[in-house]
């Protein structure tokens, strides 16, 4: 049996090379938010929440109280009120006795640093101070900042020089130099006022970075530093690096600073359109407006609140045809890209330009649009996917949005990002505006939005947030800490865990996932385990995790503890407690441990319902149809019973809705129109057959693209009722709404059948030999790979394994969960108190017919192919020749499976 599934693991990952190893890098979150925005599709936050209006935000008056600093060294009496800890005190008692320093250490207590930004114009160095105050008793008032590290340093290219030259930006602290980020320096010196001190709070100052103690305790309070800010200011405004070739100096020229300042208006106006339209010019509530700072004298901010291709910063900059040329390199339309390949000697054929309709155009014509290119510009900033400013905008009181000399309110940025996922869902998915759900979530949870918040779990809040960008992976959890949530509240300093910078990430991750199976009684948290084929295959992912930072892991990381810094697909897990699957009805945790740490090995109790005796292809923007063609299974699927199973697997039995349906035929019709839909446009471009998606990954880029045609002609003309039948089912389906939920779903997934007939979609790391099982306290099925021989396996030298692992059983490494047909609602349990035999629905003997046919089956060299594909088809040659074909026998005596209840040692 062995030999079987190894060679169908060979052949398919030999044919799955191009997609799983050449577009590896931009299929997870964890690449660059640019690369990731256009290659994931859908943000794992989209399917949360409803669209509502919201009112106005009072103006921020200026204030400039004394500080601490100021009082101690002029000899003045410290302030009743702030209450200071004991350590700091005696170290700024030392500033009495010449023994000054920047920081002083703050490790406990709730005292915070607040900058005081000093006066200045534009060019003017930037200096600065600190004060001490107590959260608790905060005796004057300060704004937040929240905005993105970025770059430490700047490197551009000099024509002058003809050189690369790096940057450095400090600013002077309290008499020091202190180097700070490009992006923080370029936020200060657009904050500041050129008349009066401004007080604010920027973790990158007002945290001693280089103290790992403070920075654990800092991080303890962040959440009440937010909460308690008059108000938060929101900076995106990364500087666009994009160099222009000048035609009239013949020089490169770096885009004009005024440039953000009309990219800015462009995407501002065009969040106000997008509100004002859904509002209404007669709903009595104000029309959302943005603000640009001017340069007169009187730095009187002008007020705008609509679209304009070219808004009055671009009109009033002196090179016209500069500028001009800069906004054309920025906002390159599809039509303009088509153009150039064509230019190229590309083969396609230039389509007409279509006109742009703005706002009212549609998914064909948005990305041609300058109105949608203005929309995808702004949500493409790396504001939107970073970790740490998601509890920064959810706790503000109020808060606005900087991008150079313009802002606008973050409630009409929220808003929009609502109107748009609701109404516009189409142009997003089209053009790849992912920051759009990671903003509605942010501002879903926040109190400017007049809903109530939702009721999140710390671990709930962790799979929302997954997608979100960290520079040091730990921050995953500790950047999360300020929000309230079940098992999470800060405001009674009654948190998750402790932040602890001395923890490895690998260590962190684990007490996490313990702490979260201790508190539920449930394993609801392995469904976030995620690896992948190939470069995060379970073996490879557990025994040399890349945790996305510089902060390795020190030991190894066990296959059931997620890897938070991982995230390929969307979970099959519920987002609402209350509309759960019940795998384990019946049958509630049963751990074997005696201690409270958290263990490298999970030993549980439960049911193997299962081996895995075929995988299907990987599914990539699509749904695998190839059991349609199947020799020995497409009968069965291609029936009306088999389809209908077929739809419940794709859409892991729920609804479009994401509600749990036992049965419904709305997914049979919509997959139906589907399917047509895609035959169609086959038709007119002579696409492959429906089995075969293979080729996505050869045709240049195209693998990143959503799939649009594919022939079902084969499949038509070996079951010719089928198509007769699709068509009466597509009359009242929706391609559109399968292709939201569905294919989302089945994304970075393969369908699987087991010996004894279940059919299940898993994780695209499953494979042959694989078992399914039923866990104590699990709401889904997992898929477990066993590991009796790991000692032995090349794959593990000069690697040491735990020390926990058991000598006596199995031991299995968890691949990940699955929707198991008939597995889902607690049957396992029921066959065990019947004492029957676990059986699928699909007859097992087309299983073993189907794997047996491709295992005798020849196959003949193809004239593209990698060498170990080319070595494969050879050995399996010389096999056959030999005349060692392989029996079905071999495989029989696993498609019976009694239910009985046994003890998983989970590495």
């Known amino acids: 049996m062995d030999n079987i599934f190894k060679e169908a693991l060979a052949r398919r990952r030999n044919k799955e090379y191009v997609l799983t190893s050449t577009f590896t890098n931009a299929v997870y979150y964890g690449s660059p938010a640019w690369a990731r925005k256009k290659s994931i599709w859908p943000p794992i936050s989209r399917d949360s929440g409803l669209v509502i209006s919201h009112g106005g935000v009072d103006e921020f008056p200026s204030c400039a109280p004394a500080g601490i600093n100021q009082l101690v060294a002029t000899g003045a009496p410290t302030p009743s009120e702030v209450q200071l800890s004991e350590e700091l005190r005696r170290n700024l008692s030392r500033l009495t006795f010449g023994q000054d320093v920047l920081y002083h250490p703050l490790h406990d207590g709730e005292t915070i640093r607040i900058l005081e930004l000093h006066a200045g114009n534009v060019d003017d160095p930037i200096t600065c101070s600190f004060h001490y105050a107590n959260l608790h008793h905060l005796h004057m008032k300060y704004e937040a900042l929240s905005y993105v590290w970025g770059e430490k340093r700047e490197v551009s290219y000099s024509e002058d020089t003809k050189k690369w030259e790096t940057k450095f930006h400090t600013v002077q602290c309290n008499g020091y130099d202190r180097e700070i980020t490009p992006n923080l320096y370029r936020a200060l010196r657009h904050t500041r006022s050129p008349s009066e001190p401004i007080f604010l709070w920027a973790d990158a100052l007002c945290i001693n970075q280089d103290d790992a103690r403070e920075r654990g305790h800092q991080v303890t309070l962040m959440g009440a530093v937010y909460r308690s800010a008059r108000r938060v200011l929101i900076w995106i405004g990364e500087q666009n690096k ?5 035609k009239t100096t013949g020089k ?4 004009p600073a005024l440039f953000e300042d009309v990219r800015a208006q462009r995407s501002f106006g065009a969040i106000c359109d997008i509100v004002n339209r859904w509002q ?6 104000p029309p959302a407006i943005y603000n640009l700072s001017t340069t007169s004298q009187s ?25 001009c040329k800069v906004m054309e390199d920025q906002y390159v339309t599809k039509h303009a890209r088509k153009k150039n390949q064509w230019c190229r000697g590309d083969d396609d054929e230039i389509e007409t330009q279509q006109p742009d309709l703005g706002i009212d155009a549609t998914p064909e014509t948005a990305p041609d649009s300058q109105f949608w290119m203005s929309i995808d510009d702004l949500f493409n900033h790396s504001w939107f996917w970073r970790v740490w400013v998601v509890q920064e905008a959810v706790l503000a009181k109020t808060a606005v949005v900087k991008w150079a000399n313009a802002e606008i309110d973050w409630r009409w940025i929220g808003l929009a990002a609502a109107i748009l996922r609701t109404n516009y869902n189409s142009i997003c998915e089209g053009m790849r505006i992912g920051g759009v759900y990671n903003a509605y979530l942010m501002f879903r949870m926040s109190p400017m939005s007049d809903l109530p918040p939702p009721q999140l779990s710390f671990t709930h809040l962790l799979r929302l947030t997954r997608q979100f960008e960290v520079t040091d992976s ?7 800490l300020g929000m309230k949530t079940a098992g999470n509240d800060p405001e009674t300093n009654s948190l998750f865990l402790v932040p602890d910078y001395t923890l490895s990430a690998a260590e962190l991750w684990r007490q996490v996932a313990w702490k979260a199976i201790r508190d539920t009684g449930n394993l609801s948290i392995l469904s976030s385990v995620q690896y992948t084929t190939h470069e995060y295959e379970s073996e490879r992912a557990v025994r040399k995790p890349d945790l996305g930072s510089t902060q390795k892991a020190t030991n190894a990381t066990s296959s059931w503890v997620p890897h938070w810094d991982l995230v390929y697909r969307t979970t099959l897990a519920p987002w609402d407690a209350s509309d759960a699957f019940a795998a384990a009805k019946g049958f509630p945790l049963k751990l074997l441990h005696t201690t409270d740490t958290a263990p490298s090995v999970l030993r549980v109790q439960g049911i193997q319902a299962g081996t895995v005796g075929y995988a299907g292809i990987l599914m990539w923007h699509d749904v695998d149809t190839s059991l349609l063609v199947s020799k020995h299974l497409g009968p069965f699927f291609a029936s009306e019973s088999g389809l209908r199973i077929l739809c419940r697997i794709f859409t892991a039995g729920r609804n479009s809705y994401g509600s749990l349906t036992e049965s419904s035929d709305e997914a049979l019709f919509d997959f139906a129109a589907y399917v047509l839909l895609l035959h169609n446009r086959a038709d007119t471009k002579g696409d492959r057959d429906g089995e075969d998606i293979y080729h996505l990954g050869l045709l240049n880029d195209r693998a990143y693209e959503p799939r649009e045609t594919k022939s079902f002609q084969k499949v038509f003309t070996l079951r010719p009722k089928l198509k007769k039948m699709l068509e009466m089912w597509a009359q009242s389906g929706d391609a559109a709404r399968f292709r939201q939920s569905a294919v989302a779903i089945c994304e970075r997934r393969r369908l699987f059948l087991t010996l004894n007939g279940f059919i299940g979609l898993g994780p695209d790391s499953v494979r042959e030999g694989d078992d ?16 009796t021989d790991l000692e032995s396996s090349p794959e593990v030298e000069n690697t040491s394994l735990p020390v926990e692992l058991p000598s006596l059983g199995q031991r299995h490494l968890l691949v990940g969960e699955c929707y198991v047909e ?15 035999d676990l059986k699928g629905p699909v007859p097992h003997e087309l299983i073993l017919q189907e794997i047996i046919s491709y295992g005798n089956q020849r196959e003949n060299v193809p004239s593209f192919a ?10 399996k040659k010389r096999r056959l020749q030999q005349g060692q074909a392989f029996t079905i026998d071999v495989l029989k005596q696993h498609t019976r499976v009694t239910p009985e209840k046994k003890i998983f040692h989970i590495w």
Request: glycine share 8%; no cysteine; hydrophobic share 35%.
């Open 474 to 480: 730990r921050d995953r959890i500790y950047g999360l």
């Open 242 to 246: 994009s160099s222009v070739y000048d």
């Open 299 to 323: 730095n009187e901010p002008n007020s705008f609140n609509t679209f304009e291709e070219h808004p009055s910063a671009a009109r009033d900059y002196e090179d016209s045809d500069f500028m």
């Open 252 to 255: 490169i020229r770096e885009p």
């Open 772 to 787: 399914v099982t039923v866990l104590s306290g699990g709401d889904v099925p997992f898929l477990l790979r066993p590991i």
């Open 280 to 285: 209404g010019a007669d709903s009595g509530t």
């Open 822 to 836: 008939g597995l889902m609602h607690g049957e396992a349990i029921e066959a065990l108190s019947r004492k029957s």
């Open 866 to 875: 990698p060498i170990v594909e080319i070595e494969r088809i050879e050995r």
